[in-house]
């Protein structure tokens, strides 16, 4: 087995983040001013350890799927940890999916339970519920009020009951991370489509450790960048996995907020050519075969990546 130095699954990549990289800005989102509020990578592994305590409260066992339907926010990758850190696997996808598709990859995927951005997206998975009779449990991320409903909960209510919890003990969520194999599946990641019925990509820690540890771009503690690209391809999920292995902050933005916030945040913009083509870059395995490997096309999509949000230091002219 090769010897892994950021961690041999991710979750030992998010646990010693927060060891490494303590109380520098791990994640950073918006609040009503539109000012960015950093949260460390320290309080973002405790926030993961507290909602994953919570998840295997409600029932999650090591192993299955977990849906997670939501575009990029900081909630975003609090699920995945949470997720991650109970011993399963997340199912992501964004929020312009079909009502087809979203009965079709809970349903293929056996998600019992699925995270969802907020209320529009609740409304739309509870009127497909009469098609998920396998569907128990589904958890809100934006901290809006939540319909009083059988099986809907919201994020931050279990994030702080997991806290409580931890508070007087319960070190179930450790116990599960430990447990947690490199052959073990992190994430399935279904294609748009297009050409058929969407296919699930199985994708092992193994294989994001791999690519953590092998992809050849220079980052360093304190750098920043900003994050556009749907959170949910292989693509960028992989440069955010490779930011926190870095100690790199992560700043969500948005299309029409990304002028604004490059001037705030800025991060080197470096424009690219290869910009409309960078779906193409990550050559994925089909449901079913998976490996561990660093690909060449991802690579040189990651290295477009940096050129395009850019990377800033600390002291560095934009």
């Not at 980052?219 to 949910?232: F, N």
Request: with cysteine; net charge positive.
């Amino acid at each position: 087995m090769p010897d892994f130095k950021y961690g041999s699954t991710l979750c030992e990549v998010y646990a010693n983040s927060a060891l490494r990289y303590d109380g520098l800005p791990g994640f950073c989102k918006k609040d009503k001013s539109g000012a960015f509020v950093p949260i460390s990578f320290r309080e973002t592994y405790e926030r993961g350890l507290d909602l994953a305590t919570s998840l295997i409260a409600l029932g999650v066992q090591p192993r299955e799927h977990v849906g997670l339907l939501a575009d990029n926010r900081l909630e975003w990758i609090l699920s995945d940890y949470a997720i991650l850190l109970a011993g399963a696997a997340d199912v992501p996808r964004g929020t312009d999916i079909t009502d087809a598709e979203l009965i079709y990859i809970l349903t293929h995927s056996d998600a019992r339970f699925v995270f969802v951005e907020n209320k529009a997206m609740l409304a739309r998975v509870q009127h497909c519920r009469p098609q998920l009779p396998h569907l128990q449990g589904i958890i809100v991320m934006a901290s809006e009020e939540i319909p009083a409903a059988e099986g809907v909960y919201g994020l931050e209510q279990l994030t702080a009951e997991g806290a409580r919890k931890r508070q007087a003990g319960d070190r179930s969520a450790q116990e599960r991370a430990r447990a947690v194999l490199p052959e073990d599946l992190c994430t399935i990641i279904y294609t748009s489509g297009t050409t058929g019925t969407p296919k699930g990509v199985q994708l092992t820690h193994a294989n994001m450790c791999s690519q953590i540890e092998n992809l050849p771009l220079a980052l360093r503690p304190g750098d920043r960048a900003l994050s556009i690209l749907p959170v949910w391809h292989s693509y960028e999920r992989a440069f955010e996995m490779l930011s926190i292995s870095r100690g790199v902050g992560t700043y969500y933005t948005s299309l029409r907020g990304l002028a604004e916030d490059l001037k705030v945040v800025r991060p080197g913009l470096r424009g690219h050519p290869q910009y409309q083509t960078r779906g193409a870059f990550f050559q994925r395995p089909a449901i079913g075969r998976t490996r561990s490997c660093t690909s060449s096309k991802l690579q040189s999509g990651l290295q477009t990546r940096a050129a395009l949000v850019g990377i800033h230091r600390p002291g560095q002219a934009p």
